[in-house]
Structures are given as C-alpha cells and as structure tokens.
C-alpha cells in the first residue's frame, strides 16, 4: 500500500474519531443540564412547601379573625386592608384604648372622607368600650396631630398573596419538570449529533471534493 494511501485513511480515521468524540461530548453535556434543573425543581419544591406551610397557617388565622365581629375588628380589618394601619389588632387595641387618640383618629379618618359622620358616633359605633382619659389634659398620651389621610381603599391580604407566588412556583415547577430530558432523551440526542457532524465531516467535504474533481475534469 502506497505512502500517501495510508495517510488518506488515517486522516479519514481520524476524522471519524473526532466526530464519534463530538457526539460523546454532546450526550454527556446532557447531564450537567438535567443536573441544573433537577436542582432548580428540588429547591422550588421546598419553597412551594414552605409557602404552602405559611399559606395554611395565614388561612387559618384569616378564619380566626372572621369568626370577630366586634365592630372595633372591623375597622382594624378595614384599615389594615387599606394598608393605613399594618400592625397587628392587639397593637391598634393598645394604641386607640384612648379618647384623644380616638379623636385624632376620627379627625384624620374624617378628613380624608374615611368617615363622615360625627365623633361621638364612630366613638360609639367602634370604641364603645374606650372610657376617657384622665390624663389627655396633661398631654401624657398625645400623638401626632395629623395621621396621613389613608389611601384609596383597596383589598389586600397576605395569604392571596402567597397564593398567587404559589400558582407561579407550581408552573415554573412543571414547566423545569417537561424540560428534564429521560435517558432515551440524552441518547438521541448523542445519535443525532454524531449524524450532524459525520454528515458535516464526511458527506459535505466529500461533496466538495466530487465536484472540485468533476469541475477540473471538464476543464481538461
């Protein structure tokens, strides 16, 4: 066998072990992205289950708080759905268990269109309760002169909120879940890329070669 025979095959050899090569590497890069996303779900699937933890909890004091119904609750509720007053009803308790407070409550509250009737009845209508303060004249439980008028009354709670974070965890869940490749998956993979660079390798550059041939050959 001619020199130059035995190194056309071993270049051809060559060739074909470097596409056997490629392909190996392209069906072993599918562990590392089954990796990742088998990552990313296992850690949503812990955040699902915290949310969902902290959602049943949130429902349960949600049904807590509905079996309330002194009037006093519903204003806190109402307030604290509005975002105006975001600490908790033991706190707005606490705070409005005095009548100057009270009164500076029903101003802020009435200026703002909050509340339209007069102080004595939304002092009897919610703070029935509240006796006056025997310390007011002395300024012992004053607090700021004007409270921000309370924003436009919109419906807010914090376990629709974890809800809706939940929805979307569970479809980007599913959504990671489709994307994991099975083995069969990997290996076709694997097959198809060592069919594009042996057609890439071989077929395409023996092509050009039969019709570089097929061109000198008619110039002769």
């Known amino acids: 066998m001619k020199v130059q025979t035995k190194k056309v095959i ?54 807590n708080l509905q079996s309330i119904d002194a009037p006093k609750y519903k204003l806190w509720r109402a307030l604290n759905s509005s975002r105006y007053y975001t600490k908790s009803y033991d706190d707005f308790e606490k705070q409005f268990s005095i009548i100057d407070r009270i009164n500076k409550l029903y101003r802020a509250l009435n200026q703002s269109g909050y509340y339209t009737k007069s ?75 060592l069919m594009l660079f042996f057609i890439m390798l071989f077929g395409v550059r023996y092509l050009y070669y039969t019709v570089k041939w097929s061109i000198i050959t008619l110039k002769q």
């Open 10 to 63: 071993a270049k051809e050899f060559l060739y074909l072990l470097l596409v056997i090569a490629l392909g190996l590497v392209c069906f072993l890069s599918t562990y590392p992205y089954n990796f990742y996303l088998n990552n990313r779900d296992g850690n949503l699937g812990k955040i699902i289950v915290q949310k969902e933890k902290l959602a049943d909890s949130l429902n349960k004091i949600e049904n």
């Open 119 to 193: 102080s004595t009845e939304f002092i009897n209508q919610y703070f029935s309760d509240v006796k006056n303060d025997p310390f007011a004249e002395f300024g012992g439980h004053e607090i700021k002169d004007s409270l921000p008028p309370p924003p436009k009354y919109k419906k807010w709670k914090e376990s629709e909120k974890i809800k809706s974070e939940l929805i979307k965890a569970n479809f980007e869940k599913s959504q990671i879940e489709t994307k994991v490749l099975s083995f069969k998956d990997q290996v076709a993979i694997g097959c198809i890329a």
